[in-house]
Nanobody
Framework: QVQLVESGGGLVQAGGSLRLSCAASGGTFSSYGWLRQAPGKEREFVAAIDWSGSNSAYADSVKGRFTISRENAKKTVYLQMNSLKAEDTAVYYC????????????????WGQGTRVTVSS
């Protein structure tokens, strides 16, 4: 059974940093991503990474502030979030799929339960 478990969310002041983690079990996937859903808004793509970690993609709204990375030996994906803004407040979801092309388009096959990030201004 595939499981993706996120952790690391919380409350942070604007300008601060958080690192989200996603531990995967029950399967091996080519690509992973992070997506988020703010209150009253649709879920949106944030970042994606391929198997080797050589390729990544980001939403324009987070480029230069967020970094996605992975440790295959630990089956863990990270999202380092710096210079956080109030508009980054959302529930962040880790997701997995079979190709980087799908991941960068926001098309995923498995999802975690989400971790809440709140940025106070």
């Amino acid at each position: 059974q595939v499981q993706l478990v996120e952790s690391g969310g919380g409350l942070v002041q604007a300008g601060g940093s958080l690192r989200l983690s996603c531990a995967a079990s029950g399967g091996t996937f080519s690509s992973y991503g992070w997506l988020r859903q703010a209150p009253g808004k649709e879920r949106e793509f944030v970042a994606a990474i391929d198997w080797s970690g050589s390729n990544s993609a980001y939403a324009d709204s987070v480029k230069g502030r967020f970094t996605i990375s992975r440790e295959n030996a630990k089956k863990t994906v990270y999202l380092q979030m710096n210079s956080l803004k109030a508009e980054d407040t959302a529930v962040y979801y880790c997701a997995a799929t079979t190709s980087f092309a799908r991941a960068s388009r926001g098309q995923y096959d498995y999802w975690g339960q989400g971790t809440r990030v709140t940025v106070s201004s």
